[in-house]
Each structure stands twice: as structure tokens, then as C-alpha cells.
Nanobody, 118 residues
Framework: QVQLVESGGGLVQAGGSLRLSCAASGIDFRISAMGWYRQAPGNQRELVAQAYSSGTTTTADSVKGRFTISRDNAKNTVYLQMNSLKPEDTDIYYC????????????WGQGTQVTVSS
């Protein structure tokens, strides 16, 4: 059974930083695509960043230069370092995993709330 457990969310002032962590189990982490999505109530889930086993990473234009995704294959953990946070970054952030490419059929974590105050 695949489990993705997120941590690191919380309340931060605008301009601050947070680091999200996602510990994966039940999946071959070395060959998995890992990613972070975010979603506000009533909105579609948005892909924020993804990291492939090849080392390739991508980030959404809305967070480029502020957010960095990384993965530690020895710890089966993926991270999202979020700097220069803005109120519009307030969302529930979800960790995702997949064999191959990320899609709607990902394995999902339970989500962690990130709130940025102005």
C-alpha cells in the first residue's frame, strides 16, 4: 500500500519561508516521479513542482525562482522549499507520486495547509 505523508505546513508571514516534506512508503521511490500540487477550495489542483528519478525537475511559472523541489532517494522523501512566500501561495499542498509521469491517477498524500498572511 502506497503511503505519502506530508509535513511542514503552517502559518507564515509574507516574505517568509517554509519547507514541506513528503515521506513515501510502499512505492519504489527510486523510479517514481514525485511532485507537489496545490489546491484552494473551488479551484482545480495545480502542479507546483515535479522531480523525476532522472534528476529532471520542473516548477510552475507562478513559483519559479521562489520554490525548489528536491528528493532524497536514500530517505524516500521529497521536499519543497518555499521562499519569498506570498498571500496567494495560501493553499492546501499535496504530495503526489507515480510510476512514469504525474497525472490525475497519482498516488496522493492527505495534504498540508500553507497559510501566508499579509
Amino acid at each position: 500500500q502506497v503511503q505519502l505523508v506530508e509535513s511542514g505546513g503552517g502559518l507564515v508571514q509574507a516574505g517568509g519561508s517554509l519547507r514541506l516534506s513528503c515521506a513515501a512508503s510502499g512505492i519504489d521511490f527510486r523510479i517514481s516521479a514525485m511532485g507537489w500540487y496545490r489546491q484552494a477550495p473551488g479551484n482545480q489542483r495545480e502542479l507546483v513542482a515535479q522531480a523525476y528519478s532522472s534528476g529532471t525537475t520542473t516548477t510552475a511559472d507562478s513559483v519559479k525562482g521562489r520554490f525548489t523541489i528536491s528528493r532524497d532517494n536514500a530517505k524516500n522523501t521529497v521536499y519543497l522549499q518555499m521562499n519569498s512566500l506570498k498571500p496567494e501561495d495560501t493553499d492546501i499542498y499535496y504530495c503526489a507520486a507515480a510510476y512514469g509521469v504525474l497525472s490525475r491517477d497519482n498516488y496522493w498524500g492527505q495534504g498540508t495547509q500553507v497559510t501566508v498572511s499579509s
